[in-house]
């Protein structure tokens, strides 16, 4: 009995697969489509209950329309993918073709001319991204920063999802290899050589047949579905159970950046460390293919860490300054 999946065939990264010219056209990009179609929904829903209500501009009560939700979700969603594709080529890329021509980051195709999409974007640059999309756009508009921030990360987790499913119909960023029965075989995954100790001891391990292979591509962690569930459904679940019972502005704002931070810190053990960076911290020379340690960290861990830390410091001052506002008032 074999202990692993194989990834379904009839999965393409296009969504025509072998149509001229609609060839171009991918469940990626289609992903994001929905995801912030289904932010603008959310968004629209929060408002409408009544989040948004109450504010002032100039000393003037100010009523929330359409125009101001599309201008804000716009402005959000252009730094975000501004930051996410820029974080990617400050973070993540080590070939130096970025530094040398900037301008590659912003088309997506190749040197040799070969369409690629804009491969590469960088949850941790969208979300810094976002964040000074959202702060610009509030303060152009003398709206309170917090208060529309709690009301998007209502949003976000959700339209995350699509963003993973959109990986895992890529075939992309799966996890490490695995002996685990939900083990995936992706095809384009790294193939191993099949005379290392550690490839025979895992493909014995699952039933899979190496004999007269050179190189073998062993199950990985489905990791991208992981985050769709955790980083997304799980995470919206609580935080739009959350939002009629904050207590104060920037508290769902903090339990979003502690919640994703705590999460995909877990899930970085089963995803794969990129190969050209490997493990920040531990034992840098160990098999990223393999979760041998939790002392090894990644990037990705490193910067969640980061983002908990944050979301704790953000939680406490919004609290502090919540208190000082309501002392002032009875006062």
């Known amino acids: 009995m074999f202990l692993y999946v194989n990834f379904p065939s009839w999965i393409h990264p296009q969504i025509f697969p072998g149509v001229r010219f609609l060839g171009l056209l991918r469940w990626y990009g289609l992903m ?11 968004l629209k829903k929060v408002a409408k209950e009544g989040m948004l209500n109450g504010l002032k501009t100039d000393g003037k009560k ?8 599309y201008s804000f979700l716009g402005t959000g969603i252009l730094f975000l993918l501004l930051g996410a594709r820029i974080g990617s080529t ?82 992309e960023l799966f996890g490490r290899v695995t002996t685990a029965p939900i083990g995936m ?9 099949s005379s290392l100790q550690w490839v025979q001891d ?12 050179r190189l073998v591509n062993l199950p990985r962690h489905p ?3 992981y985050e ?8 919206w679940l609580i935080i739009w159970f959350i939002r009629k019972h904050k207590k104060f502005d920037g508290l769902l704002g903090s339990i979003y950046t502690i919640g994703y931070g705590t999460f995909r810190f877990f899930i970085e053990y089963f995803r794969e460390p990129d190969e050209d960076i490997g493990f920040v911290l531990g034992d840098k020379t160990a098999n990223i293919y393999e979760n041998a340690s939790l002392t090894n960290l990644s990037t990705g861990q490193i910067l969640c860490f980061l983002m908990i830390v944050g979301g704790i ?19």
């Open 32 to 42: 994001y489509v929905f995801a912030f179609t289904t932010a603008y929904f959310l």
């Open 313 to 331: 410091l953000l939680g406490v001052g919004c609290y502090i300054f919540h208190k000082k506002k309501s002392n002032s008032a009875d006062n």
């Open 228 to 235: 769709a569930l955790f980083e997304g459904i799980i995470l």
């Open 90 to 171: 400050l973070i993540y890329d080590r070939s130096g073709l970025y530094l040398h021509k900037p301008w590659y980051i912003f088309i997506p195709f190749d040197e040799q001319g070969n369409y690629t999409g804009f491969a590469g974007m960088s949850y941790h640059g969208g979300f810094i991204g976002g964040l000074i999309g959202m702060i610009v756009w509030c303060k152009r508009h003398k709206q309170p920063v917090m208060r529309w921030i709690d009301a998007m990360v209502c949003c976000i987790p959700l339209g995350f999802t699509f963003g993973r499913i959109g990986n895992f119909l890529n075939g």
């Open 223 to 225: 990791s991208q579905l």
């Open 62 to 69: 100010y009523t929330i329309n359409e125009d101001d939700l």
């Open 202 to 213: 895992m493909a014995a391990k699952i039933g899979m047949d190496i004999s007269g292979m």
């Open 185 to 193: 075989v992706f095809p384009d995954a790294e193939r191993f050589s």
